[in-house]
């Protein structure tokens, strides 16, 4: 069982999956190891998200009931073999959330190893000068002169650019996974407040604190054999 990555332009899908493990250029033992699973009569199943920057939980929900689904099919099958699940980037973290979360509600995962693929366990990070400057251009770009926005100036083919990172980095998975998030920030504004509070009060990073806070008290599954690989720094 495959699950995608963070995808906002949702060009992750089975296809191109497996373009990416059979292509010359890939390693001869993943190749090799392809073949041989398909001759063993092995399935592949890859999740690939409708809306992969809707919430995390929502997605791991759908994980879950994939899980229940393929575990439904293999008992009519009679097949008595184990899940391997990978989940790459965030799909790491909606693969380890999901099995986890069916242990503790008792739901059998039939899951014997869980791979983890360059997951932020720990959350994601882009530079907050990145965020910035993103957020300027979008409010430039909306900047009425004389009933004119620059939006009006600029090539349709930039601005779909431009407003699918804006988009990713304002959605709601990169809010709960980005460590610093510019845009992860709630204003409260109180009723009754002292002669010199501004009445507002600022609360940062709430999405990453409140999911990373449930991710880390849940933990790890425990049924099942777990790896972890990285391609970059913890």
Same mark, same amino acid.
């Given at each position: 069982?495959?699950?995608?990555?963070f995808?906002?332009?949702?060009?992750?899908?089975?296809?191109?999956?497996?373009?990416? #493990?059979?292509?010359?250029n890939?390693?001869e033992?993943?190749?090799?190891?392809?073949?041989e699973?398909? +001759?063993? /009569? $092995?399935?592949? *199943?890859?999740i690939d998200?409708n809306?992969?920057?809707?919430?995390?939980?929502?997605?791991?929900r759908?994980?879950?009931? @994939? #899980?229940?689904?393929l575990?439904t099919i293999?008992a009519?099958?009679?097949?008595t073999?184990?899940n391997? @699940?990978?989940?790459?980037?965030? %799909?790491g973290?909606i693969?380890?959330l %999901?099995?986890?979360?069916?242990e503790?509600?008792?739901i059998?995962?039939?899951t014997?190893? =869980?791979?983890?693929?360059? +997951?932020?366990h720990?959350?994601?990070c882009?530079?907050?000068?990145l965020?910035?400057l993103?957020? !300027?251009?979008q409010r430039?770009l909306? $900047?009425?002169?004389? %009933?004119f926005?620059l939006n009006?100036f600029?090539e349709?083919?930039?601005?779909?650019?431009?407003?699918r990172?804006?988009n990713s980095?304002?959605? =709601?998975?990169s809010?709960?996974m980005?460590i610093?998030?510019? &845009?992860d920030?709630?204003?409260?504004h109180? !009723?009754? *407040? +002292?002669?010199?509070d501004? /009445?507002i009060? #600022?609360?940062? &990073?709430e999405?990453y604190?409140?999911f990373y806070h449930? $991710?880390?008290s849940?933990?790890q599954p425990?049924?099942?054999i777990v =790896? +972890?690989?990285t391609?970059g720094?913890?």
């Open positions: 069982i495959i699950i995608e990555g995808d906002p332009e949702s060009k992750n899908n089975m296809n191109s999956f497996l373009l990416g #493990v059979t292509n010359p890939a390693p033992a993943i190749r090799n190891r392809i073949q699973l398909e +001759a063993q /009569g $092995y399935d592949m *199943v890859f998200f809306n992969s920057m809707d919430s995390i939980e929502r997605n791991t759908i994980f879950k009931e @994939v #899980v229940q689904q575990n293999k009519t099958n009679g097949s073999d184990g391997v @699940v990978m989940g790459f980037s965030m %799909g973290l693969g380890r %999901g099995l986890r979360e069916m503790l509600q008792n059998p995962h039939q014997e190893a =869980y791979i983890s693929v360059d +997951a932020p720990r959350g994601a882009i530079p907050k000068s965020q910035y993103v957020s !300027d251009i430039i909306n $900047y009425s002169i004389f %009933g926005t009006s600029s349709p083919e930039d601005l779909v650019e431009f407003n990172a804006s980095i304002t959605s =709601y998975a809010k709960q980005l610093d998030n510019i &845009f920030i709630r204003l409260e109180l !009723d009754k *407040v +002292a002669p010199m501004s /009445g009060i #600022v609360h940062q &990073f999405m604190k409140n449930k $991710y880390d849940v933990g425990q049924n099942c =790896y +972890a690989i391609n720094s913890i």
